[in-house]
């Protein structure tokens, strides 16, 4: 269904400065860290989840014991676990093998305007959403690599807001009866609640777990 | 080849995917009981509100609410635009723009 692959490109082009710019900050923070550019596309390839990139660079470049910053990586990266659940039934029709490849294009913004479309969502709408997103971001780290420290700070220009932005936007969509405000409502109390006391993004996991179950276990299923 | 940089890349690279596969895997093929499926349905009504507003309205532990703090405003503007059904490009462009001239003039 190519179509449907263009729609999902094209709905996540919103998002495809924010991203390119986010990636090419981090590309050039860490060659200003002292990492070759190799080693930054290499984790940006492999890893390809910036936020648990941005933590571990400078980690590494403060000498922090391997294990640490591994462990630090896999925390940040638990939501994961929630889009993966949510994003299964969209992929049952695909061999497993495309699901192994799938997986690691699992990311917080194709995610969002994926489900915020339809949910469980389009598996090939989903599939053009994480190109933008991925490629988005693929094509940044070079650059800012190359650049280096002449990347401006771009909260400047407001783009950090991009990413609040659109998750809020893709939820809002999503508000149609008075249940889906309940747990929208409860989960950003919950996730703010969290966030003032623990660092780091144990406030997505535990929100995203605890309010969608008990939710889940409140509400009456609909039928098959 | 720094074979120490590169393994602590494995190392992340690895456990990244160990968020992302297994459930993928273990949950696309078989069919579900009515309960999980709202489950999953109902995980990003709670995912995204837990990931947009703590970026919104706290900073580093504080909770930032008040009218002088851009973002507010801004998440006033997308959630107006957004369910007044606008595009969503326009919607985020127009939010950062708010954001961006907010931050200037304070």
Known sequence: MPGTVRDGFVASLALVPSVFVYSTVFGGLAVQAGLRPLEVWGMSLLVLAGASQFVAVPMLAAGASPLAIILTTYVINMRHYLMAAALAPAFRDFPRPWLALVAHWINDEAFAVAVARRNPPDPWFYLGSAAAVGGAFLAGVPVGTQLGGLVADPTRWGLDFAFPAVFLALVAVQLRERADWLVALASAALAIAIALVLPGNWHIIIAGVVVSGVAALVLRPEPA | ?106
């Open chain 2, 1 to 106: 080849m720094r074979t120490d940089v590169w393994l602590v890349i494995a190392g992340m690279a690895l456990v990244t995917y160990l968020t992302r596969a297994p459930l993928l895997l273990a949950l696309a093929r078989r069919p579900l009981p009515p309960r999980l499926r709202l489950w999953l349905r109902l995980i990003p009504l709670a995912v995204l509100p837990a990931l947009a507003l703590p970026l919104i309205l706290v900073d580093q532990g504080r909770l930032v609410a008040s009218p002088a703090h851009p973002p507010l405003w801004g998440a006033v503007i997308v959630f107006v635009l957004a369910g007044l059904r606008v595009n969503l490009l326009v919607t985020v462009a127009v939010a950062v723009a708010a954001v961006s001239a907010l931050r200037a003039l304070g």
